[in-house]
């Protein structure tokens, strides 16, 4: 019962060891990547997380139209 991991993303590309990698969403689950392919991903996410940040920014204006940055209504 000796299960080969693959990677997610690969074949093409992969560099170094496949294993699952910790959970970047809010679902929890976990996938295999190499080496290679989980930096990239740690890149993505990194690039959303700039793109969607937790906190508004300075600049933002509720009255602009009409939005709300947090879910509370």
């Given at each position: 019962m000796d299960e080969q991991l693959r990677c997610l993303d690969g074949p093409e590309g992969c560099e170094g060891a496949v294993e699952y990698r910790m959970a970047l969403s809010p679902t929890g689950r976990q996938f295999p990547r190499c080496d290679k392919h989980?930096?990239?991903?740690?890149?993505?996410?990194?690039?959303?997380?700039?793109?969607y940040p937790v906190l508004q920014p300075s600049d933002f204006d509720p009255l602009y139209a009409g939005e709300r940055w947090d879910e509370d209504y």
């Amino acid at each position: 019962m000796d299960e080969q991991l693959r990677c997610l993303d690969g074949p093409e590309g992969c560099e170094g060891a496949v294993e699952y990698r910790m959970a970047l969403s809010p679902t929890g689950r976990q996938f295999p990547r190499c080496d290679k392919h989980w930096d990239e991903r740690l890149d993505e996410q990194e690039r959303i997380n700039e793109r969607y940040p937790v906190l508004q920014p300075s600049d933002f204006d509720p009255l602009y139209a009409g939005e709300r940055w947090d879910e509370d209504y």
